[in-house]
Nanobody, 122 residues
Framework: QVQLTESGGGLVQAGGSLRLSCAVS????????VGWFRQAPGKEREFVAA???????GYADSVKGRFTISRDNGKNTVYLQMSSLKSEDTAIYFC????????????????WGQGTQVTVSS
């Protein structure tokens, strides 16, 4: 059974930083796209960033220049470094994995984690 485990969420002041981690129990991890999505109260889940095998990462416009996604294939883990955080970044952050062709779409992913809360205070 594939498991995704997020960690690293918490409470941070505006302008601060956090690093999220997503550990993936998937033997084909090196060939798998891992994406980060977020969902704020009353809003739909939205794309944040994706680590795409053998390709450049993808980012939502709202986080470009502030967030950096990276992957460690030796540890089956993807990281999301978040800097210059804003109150509008407050949400539950989910990681997802799959062999996807459109990494920015929620419906493309086969496996999801339980989510980790990120709260940015202004």
């Amino acid at each position: 059974q594939v498991q995704l485990t997020e960690s690293g969420g918490g409470l941070v002041q505006a302008g601060g930083s956090l690093r999220l981690s997503c550990a993936v129990s998937l033997r084909t991890f090196s060939f798998t796209t891992v994406g980060w999505f977020r969902q704020a109260p009353g809003k739909e889940r939205e794309f944040v960033a994706a680590a795409i095998p053998f390709s450049t990462p993808g980012y939502a416009d709202s986080v470009k220049g502030r967030f950096t996604i990276s992957r460690d294939n030796g540890k089956n883990t993807v990281y999301l470094q978040m800097s210059s955080l804003k109150s509008e970044d407050t949400a539950i952050y989910f990681c997802a994995a799959g062999r996807v062709s459109r990494p920015f779409e929620v419906g493309e992913y086969d496996y999801w984690g339980q989510g980790t809360q990120v709260t940015v205070s202004s």
